[in-house]
Every structure is written in C-alpha cells, then in structure tokens.
C-alpha cells in the first residue's frame, strides 16, 4: 500500500521515516520524496497488512497521512493511443500491447505527475 505524508520541520528536524522504522519495525520503501528547509511529502511503499501501524506512528508524530488505493487514474475513453506518456514516465507504468494499445502497470506509478503534462486529450490525472 502506498501512503502520501506530509511533514512539517519544526526545529528539532527529526528524521520522521528513520524514527517510524525504528519504532515499528516495519521497513519503508520511499519511492519519492520532496524536502525543504520547511516542509517535506514522501510517498512511501509499506506492507499492507503493517499500513495501519506505519500511518499510526507517523500520525503521532505529527505527520499528515493518506493512503493511495490508486496509481494515476487513466480515462481510457480520451486516450488516442498516442504514446507521449511512455517515454516521459520513470517507472516505465505505460506499455503498448501487441495491437498498439495503451497498457498501464498501475502499481509501478509514484504519482509524480509528469505524465499528465505530457498527455495531450487529458486522459490522466492524479487521483482524487
Ligand atoms: S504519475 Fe509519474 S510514475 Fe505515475 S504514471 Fe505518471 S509519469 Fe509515471
Ligand atoms: S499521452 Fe495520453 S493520449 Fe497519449 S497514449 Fe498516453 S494517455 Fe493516451
């Protein structure tokens, strides 16, 4: 299951995911992280059956936390098929299948948004 967090960093500027992994044992895959001097938002991979403990543990800590059920949401009825979002996307989530249509690998996307720019019939967008 991947979970959005965003965090503050207050003036002690703890290491948040180091101190979730410490304290619940459960090991997090950070598939992106975004951080400045202020503020940080991390989508990170963690074990379904462990989600509740990771978001628990982050909460405490004065973390904001969504789970993501979803990769990015595809509209296939505005897709042309036209490939854009293959080559622009990292965690190569699109494909084309033998007849030239748009395959999408969902749970290798990290919501990084990039492919949505690229899409010229707005069949993509960040889930909701
Ligand atoms: S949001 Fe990023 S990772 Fe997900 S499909 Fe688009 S480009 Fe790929
Ligand atoms: S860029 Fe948009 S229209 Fe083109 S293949 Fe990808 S989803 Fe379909």
């Known amino acids: 299951m991947k979970l959005l967090v965003n965090f503050s960093r ?4 703890k290491p948040i995911i180091a101190q979730v992994v410490r304290d619940t044992g459960v090991l997090i895959n950070v598939e992106r992280a975004v951080i400045d001097s202020s503020e940080g938002e991390a989508l990170i991979d963690v074990p379904d059956d462990q989600c509740q403990l990771v978001r628990n543990s982050m909460t405490s800590l004065g973390a904001r936390v969504r789970m993501l059920e979803h990769g990015i949401h595809f509209n ?30 969902e749970e290798r996307c990290v919501l990084c948004g990039k492919c949505i720019e690229a899409c010229p019939h707005q069949a993509l967008m960040l889930p909701l």
Do not use: M
């Open 10 to 13: 207050g003036k002690g500027r």
């Open 76 to 105: 296939e009825q505005e897709c042309v098929d036209c490939g854009a979002c293959i080559s622009i996307c990292p965690n190569e989530v699109f494909s084309f299948t033998p007849d030239w249509k748009l395959a999408l690998a």
